[in-house]
């Protein structure tokens, strides 16, 4: 737990195990750590609430050459981004499974603009809903070079964008075996008229096996 520290972290495997209300593998708050050459596992107790990889609040941390998994609780989670997060990913790799709710491989929140590069998620096997991507408040992530697959629930997003600005560019998306597949699925709000517009260049967009499929 980095709390307004900046540590250098680097070649290190985390192991966040068994947690009864939740687990996190990193968390940072208000700090700009840098990360490197990690791997990272956390699982959690079905009834916990939430399983993360790696949590940023109010940080920016250089993130290179990582790779996490989260399952077990009833939401987990992949890479958290809230309150004006900007990190620079570069080479991640997550897994996201099980969970009787929502799975998420990365949440952008509330201004949070995520720079990531070599990007692989793999999103599956919550009850509720599956997400690769998802952005709202105003968040604007850059992502390039990336492929992302969510199957089963009732429904997956590959990208949720929810007055947001998401910019994707080389890549691919599969959304499959859910009851509503979407690859991007884009949202503006009502209450303060923010639209939601994703911008997508050179990206595959591949939905099967649904009752309803939209690209």
């Known amino acids: 737990y980095n709390f307004e520290a900046?540590?250098?972290?680097?070649?290190?495997?985390?192991?966040?195990?068994?947690?009864?209300?939740?687990?996190?593998?990193?968390?940072?708050f208000n700090c700009h750590p840098v990360l490197e050459n990690l791997i990272i596992h956390?699982?959690?107790?079905?009834?916990?609430?939430g399983c993360t990889v790696i949590s940023n609040s109010?940080?920016?941390?250089?993130?290179?050459h990582i790779t996490g998994t989260a399952s077990g609780a009833k939401s987990n989670y992949g890479i958290e981004n809230w309150m004006g997060s900007s990190p620079v990913m570069q080479d991640i790799r997550v897994?996201?499974?099980g969970g009787s709710e929502k799975n998420f491989g990365i949440i952008n929140i509330d201004n949070s603009n995520p720079v990531i590069r070599d990007l692989y998620l793999e999103v599956t096997g919550a009850n509720q809903s599956q997400t690769g991507i998802s952005s709202s408040g105003r968040s604007a992530p850059r992502v390039d070079d990336f492929f992302i697959a969510t199957s089963g629930g009732n429904q997956?997003?590959?990208?949720?964008s929810f007055a947001s600005f998401p910019l994707l560019s080389n890549g691919r998306m599969t959304?499959?075996?859910?009851?509503e597949n979407y690859g991007v699925k884009s949202e503006s709000s009502t209450q303060n008229t923010t639209p939601s517009a994703p911008e997508l260049n050179n990206?595959?967009?591949q939905v099967t096996g649904g009752q309803q499929n939209y690209g």
């Open 42 to 49: 956390t699982t959690a107790n079905a009834q916990a609430f």
């Open 156 to 160: 997956n997003h590959c990208v949720h």
């Open 6 to 28: 900046s540590p250098i972290i680097s070649h290190v495997t985390v192991i966040a195990d068994s947690g009864n209300i939740s687990s996190t593998g990193i968390e940072n």
């Open 175 to 179: 959304s499959s075996g859910s009851t």
């Open 95 to 97: 897994i996201v499974t």
């Open 58 to 64: 109010q940080s920016s941390p250089r993130m290179t």
């Open 203 to 205: 990206v595959v967009i």
